[in-house]
């Protein structure tokens, strides 16, 4: 199920990899930015978050970076599996309970 | 918990026909969101209701679109009549706002307008 833009950038990793994804934010305001996995047919998945206090986010083989001063935002994943092929979103929180998204970026792992 | 239940998952209909989206959301969750999913214009936030009532509808495209929440529970996205330029994937949202976390998508409804 095609879910996402024709002209969408596409980072391609070998399995084992690991990968970085990067998203630039629009409001110097925004206080909560959230990284979201969607995988074909689906609706977009949480996979971590990160308040505007903090520059540094780690879970579970993800680490989400965020440099406040030239408003960007990265999504690490280590060492990438077959599983982790997806598109990926940044979405922003600056007005109340709305979040603004980004465009994606597809993330495209080879075995 | 199920998460967000949207129904039905896919919708094939003619242009002009009345088409009603379904969206249960994550229980004690207070707020829902309805997205719009394109190819072209990617996700767009339609309309976002609080404790039931719409705050913010500025994303809703015309006034064939509609959305309701008449308890918290249960809410609907109506278009009518509907065009094939409505043809996407939408998808209902919910969150509990003032608390931890963020907003849990449902799996969205594919339809289709010939």
């Known amino acids: 199920g095609e879910s996402v833009g024709l002209h969408l950038p596409t980072l391609s990793v070998q399995e084992g990899d690991n990968s970085i994804i990067n998203c630039a934010y629009s409001n110097s305001a925004s206080d909560y930015f959230i990284w979201y996995k969607q995988e074909s047919g689906k609706g977009p998945q949480f996979i971590i978050d990160?308040?505007?206090?903090?520059d540094k986010r780690q879970g579970q083989r993800v680490t989400v970076l965020l440099n406040k001063t030239v408003k960007h935002l990265s999504l690490q994943i280590a060492a990438t599996q077959p599983g982790d092929s997806a598109v990926y979103f940044c979405?922003?929180?600056?007005?109340?309970?709305?979040?603004?998204f980004g465009g994606g970026t597809r993330l495209m792992v080879k075995p | 918990d199920a998460g967000v239940i949207q129904s039905p998952r896919h919708e094939v209909t003619e242009m002009g026909q009345e088409v009603t989206l379904r969206c249960k959301p994550i229980s004690g969750h207070n707020s829902l969101f309805w997205y719009r999913q394109t190819m072209m214009r990617g996700l767009e936030l339609l309309i976002y209701f609080n404790n039931n009532v719409p705050i913010d509808d500025s994303g809703m495209p015309e006034d064939r679109f509609s959305a309701k929440m008449p308890n918290a529970s249960f809410s609907t996205l109506k278009i009518q009549p509907s065009e094939p330029r409505d043809s996407a994937v939408y998808f209902c949202a919910s969150w509990l706002a003032g608390g931890l976390g963020t907003q849990y998508f449902g799996p969205g409804t594919r339809l289709l307008v010939l």
């Open positions: 979405a922003e929180n600056n007005a109340g309970n709305m979040l603004t």
């Open positions: 990160i308040r505007s206090n903090m």
